[in-house]
């Protein structure tokens, strides 16, 4: 209401983004959009994006982040170009990186709003929900499962119930690296209102949107695709309208009734991570934990070779 609106689409295929920014443009006309390519696999490509965005003098803060790329479900094992598994490269480290090196804008946009409503939002999934914590011993799935730490094995009947064969003997399934990649979503969103809530009024919350048809299971193999489709069949989940599945996102970005994690009914950062459009308490204990996130934010540093001590 005070200048300009403007908002900016990031993704890896322009012409897709041109076709999102067109479709909004006929409905919103009196909005500013702006493309930013970004190939969240690559740290290079991440820091080329933050660097345009931060370039851009005529946008000068950020009041909303939504971190909601990803890719999922690969049939085999992949690093990427920085030498990491795929899948959370993408989903966690290039987030992780972007949301840092543009944070002086959100900083900025904060100097001017009321605390919390600047907000750094985290889509995740069902994951934190069916994960006990990340496989800090293993982050790049070389390892059988079964020789894993207790703690850090996955859930084998979940893997079953996706259609993995002896998920024991396995060093990488794609459920797993896709969960380990979701629960760090959270975590990083814990991180971040844990460094900046206090001092900026930063908020950063995670959530669960919902299971929708989109190309996030492009790459799955169709015997997952089977197993997937058997489980909805038998009532585990139904599918939601691309509506529906952005509102939970949209009150995590809006609703001002929303605020940082507190300790509730034993639970560490109880209102961090959020479900059908509600706060959501069934998230494991160590995907909601500050230490888990501190020791996750300082990983990520590691991987991208860089401290951020906001």
Known sequence: SQGPAHLIITG?????????????????PDVDYRALHIDLSS????????????????????DILVNSAGIALLPERTLSIDGHEIIFATNHIGHFLFTNLIIPKLIKAAEHS????????????????????????????????????EEEQPD???????????????????LEAYNMSKVA??????GVTDRLYKKYGILSLALH????????????????INAVNILRENGQY??????AGASTTTVAALDPKLGPGETKDGKENWG???????????????TVSSSEADKLWKYSEEVVKQKFDW
């Open 12 to 28: 890896r295929n322009m012409s897709k983004l041109q076709e999102s920014i067109d479709a909004m443009k006929a409905k919103y």
């Open 43 to 62: 740290q290079q490509a991440v820091r080329t994006a933050a660097a345009q965005l931060m370039s851009w003098s005529d946008i000068p803060t950020i």
């Open 114 to 149: 009321p605390k919390g409503n600047t907000r750094v939002i985290n889509v995740s999934s069902l994951s934190p929900t069916k994960t006990r914590q990340l496989r800090w011993s293993d982050m790049n799935f070389e390892k059988l499962n079964k020789d894993l730490p």
């Open 156 to 174: 084998y009947d979940l893997q079953r119930g996706w259609g993995f064969e002896d998920p024991e003997n396995k060093s990488y399934t794609p």
């Open 185 to 190: 979503n959270v975590l990083f969103g814990v």
């Open 209 to 224: 949107p919902g299971v929708i048809q989109t190309e996030l299971a492009r790459n799955a193999q169709p015997e997952i």
């Open 238 to 243: 139904a599918w939601r309208s691309l509506a």
């Open 272 to 286: 961090a991570f959020l479900s059908d459009c509600q706060i959501c308490g069934d998230a494991m204990p160590l």
